[in-house]
């Protein structure tokens, strides 16, 4: 794929659901993806409150699935991750999962990315917090991140998307059919 052939829509000067002024910039483009196929990417930006989210949607629908990938090594890091704002993900190991501001946020990275999320929200979670114990509890997950990222932990890592518009692309992956999402 090249940036070239994308087309872009671009519609600016539409109401931002954040600050309700008509400041943001919708954009939708398509790429194309070897394993899902033609993707629909979409992304706000409002120019005056700075909110920003994206989301994306398959345009060859997809299953409704639950992926589950074991991480045992830094190669795993790299393993691609495609997921929708409908997508829940879940480190069961940490007991943690998204909170509704990712949960929303629909993005194309890796294993690394997604954990590195993760790591962003607990530290600004961790630096918000009084209570001493649940700090400490904050900073243990941290740490436990940290030897992920090096490869020295495992983990799995879980991705929930009744919608099928999420997908872990990896061999290691195991993938178990949902029922679709009632309308
Ligand atoms: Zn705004």
Redesign the pocket.
Known sequence: MSSSDRDMLIVDKQQ?P??A?D??TFTEFEIEDAFAGPIAIFTIR?N????RNSDLEFLEPGQPAEYSVDIESKADLAIRVIKSGECEIKIPNFRISVDSTMNSEGFISNVEGVIRKFETQIFLLKEGEEDKAKRKTLKNLLKGIEQVLRGEKKITLKMIDKSGNSAIISDKVTVKKLRAKKK
């Open positions: 931002c954040v600050c002024k400041c943001a409002c005056d409150c700075g909110f």
